[in-house]
């Protein structure tokens, strides 16, 4: 099994032993077996009540779960979490594939509701700077806007959203207010009306359908409150593959246009490109994005039209897991010049800086360089040493996290053990009886602890505790044949009885036995069958 492919859940196997391929009426007969130990009405102590309570209620969770046809079959391909994710599957939904449509699609459900719960807020802010405005004798600061939106959703099927934005500039300035209701008339077509008021006061409607899986088109219609001139535009977006979209949008109105893009994005890269013909202008546009980690990437993009000639080239890193840091250097036509950003959640905080209205080789180099040489320092010296210490610290905490799991979980192996005890003592003097089948020790847990006792070394206290005894539950698990069986491909820390004693560490069970006055060891992993004795040592 490759080590960076998770096997599939099966611990309700386990704690039932049986095989993932077990029948109906295989998984009803362990049940009642098990139901026949850890029933509660059978204890007459308070505390041993209490631990066969638990116990049972876990066995039955377990045998309602295998016994349900549906059940299992989501359980076999998800685990858990599928059982849990509200999937119920119909007369249609039989094939793997079904099922796994089915799941994502109640999990982006789950997630929109999660969202939609919410009163979502975004906003930003821009500081235009200009350093020869300022080499000039005047102010450094060219301009600011700043802009902010809040958004609800009020039913289940309408959402309201409310903004405004102010922007100065010089000596002059403007600003807005709107405000957006959207209403989901189907699950594939939505509506939304807009009114705006300020400099550009209008009122407006746009409505967007999916018109085939991979298509979409939206509609518009927008009145200006000022001139009543009236603007017209249409979208069409069309998936082209799985990983690039392109889109047709067409305007009439004031300034009618016509603009063709195409996206493109996977897992590292994304990269999109626009044309766009109007009525007074035209220009091209496209950025490539390439992710070099979860945590950071580089971006180059350009600009070219009747008033746009630029090259741009940036990056950006992940600060945090909500915030984020972005660096830009663009050159062209109206300049040289950088583009800080900083992202937090919904907000903005955008600062361009004008460094220079005409472009020379001494500032355009110093302006692409400086900047560089200070991210690397400061990622040296700063970032790298913090990020390693919050490491450390997330380290740290998720072991204390574990390690109280891990005493919880042995604490819950213990208590089961004392259900087993009896039925797994008369079992062994059964056994011995006839000559049969006993375990003398059986231990389970990390690998590595089982490898330095073997080597003869001296365990240390952590990897001592990293091994479990296991003796009670497998000799509760011999059967009257005198065989005993652990199935191939479940884990061995689901049994009744047992516990992981090292998450995320590679085990092993060891087993001493002896078999007609015999005495043999076996070694399995985690994952691989045991059957004892073997067909060598019944000879």
């Avoid at 309570?53 to 969770?61: A, D, K, L, M």
């Avoid at 999937?87 to 929109?112: P, S």
């Avoid at 047992?498 to 001493?512: A, I, R």
């Amino acid at each position: 099994m490759k080590a960076d492919a998770a096997p599939p859940e099966r611990d309700l196997y386990a704690l039932l032993h049986l095989s993932p391929e077990a029948s109906d009426e295989e998984i009803r007969r362990a049940y009642r077996q098990w139901a026949q130990i850890y029933h509660p009405d059978k204890y007459q102590s308070p505390q041993m009540k209490d631990i066969a309570t638990e116990n049972f209620q876990r066995i039955r969770e377990a045998y309602e779960i295998l016994s349900d046809e549906r059940k299992r079959q989501i359980y076999d391909i998800y685990g858990m979490e599928g059982v849990n994710s509200g999937l119920e599957l119909g007369t249609k939904l039989n094939k793997a594939e079904e099922i796994k449509e089915e799941l994502e699609r109640l999990r982006r459900r789950k997630e929109e509701e999660k969202i939609s719960s919410h009163t979502q807020t975004s906003g930003s802010l821009l500081a235009n700077l200009s350093v020869p405005q300022f080499l000039r004798g005047g102010g450094i600061m060219r301009g600011l806007a700043m802009s902010s939106e809040v958004q609800s959703q009020i039913s289940k099927r309408n959402a309201i959203a409310v903004g405004g934005n102010l922007a100065v500039t010089g000596n002059s300035g403007g600003g807005a207010a709107t405000t957006v209701l959207r209403h989901q008339i189907s699950s594939v077509s939505s509506i939304e009306f807009m009114a705006s008021a300020g400099l550009r006061a209008l009122i407006g409607v746009q409505t967007t359908r999916h018109i085939s899986l991979h298509s979409t088109a939206t509609a518009g219609l927008a009145v200006s409150l000022r001139d009543g001139s009236i603007n017209l535009s249409n979208t069409w977006t069309r998936q082209l593959s799985e990983t690039s979209n392109g889109n047709i949008q067409l305007v009439l109105g004031v300034e009618s246009s016509i603009a063709v893009g195409l996206q493109r994005k996977n897992e590292k890269t994304s990269a999109a490109g626009e044309v766009k013909f109007g009525t007074s202008s035209f220009g091209a546009s496209g950025h490539y994005t390439h992710h070099f980690s979860s945590k950071s990437h580089g971006r180059i993009a350009g600009r070219i039209g009747s008033s746009a000639l630029e090259v741009e080239v940036g990056a950006g890193r992940k600060i945090s897991e909500f915030s984020m840091v972005r660096m830009h250097y663009t050159i062209g036509i109206q300049g040289i010049s950088w583009r800080i950003e900083l992202h937090r959640a919904g907000q903005k905080l955008i600062i361009p800086i004008l460094l220079s209205s005409h472009i020379t080789s001494a500032i355009a180099t110093g302006a692409l360089a400086v900047p560089t040489s200070l991210y690397f320092l400061v990622k040296k010296f700063v970032l790298k040493p913090y990020y390693l210490k919050r490491e450390q610290q997330k380290t740290l905490e998720k072991m204390k996290k574990s390690s109280v799991q891990v005493r919880e979980a042995r604490a819950a192996a213990e208590k089961a053990q004392q259900l087993l005890q009896n039925v797994a003592t008369r079992k062994t003097n059964k056994q011995l009886e006839t000559g049969g089948l006993v375990i003398m020790r059986a231990v389970y847990g990390n690998q590595k602890a089982f490898r330095k006792r073997t080597e003869a070394r001296e365990l240390d206290d952590e990897l001592a505790s990293q091994l479990h005894d296991v003796t009670i539950p497998l000799k509760f698990l011999v059967n009257d044949a005198g065989q005993l069986k652990l199935h191939k491909g479940v884990k061995k820390s689901g049994i009744m009885g047992f516990y992981d004693p090292c998450p995320g560490e590679p085990k092993k069970l060891q087993v001493v036995y002896t078999y007609r006055g015999q005495k043999y060891e076996m070694m399995v992993d985690d994952y691989e069958e045991l059957l004892i004795p073997q067909e060598a040592d019944r000879m």
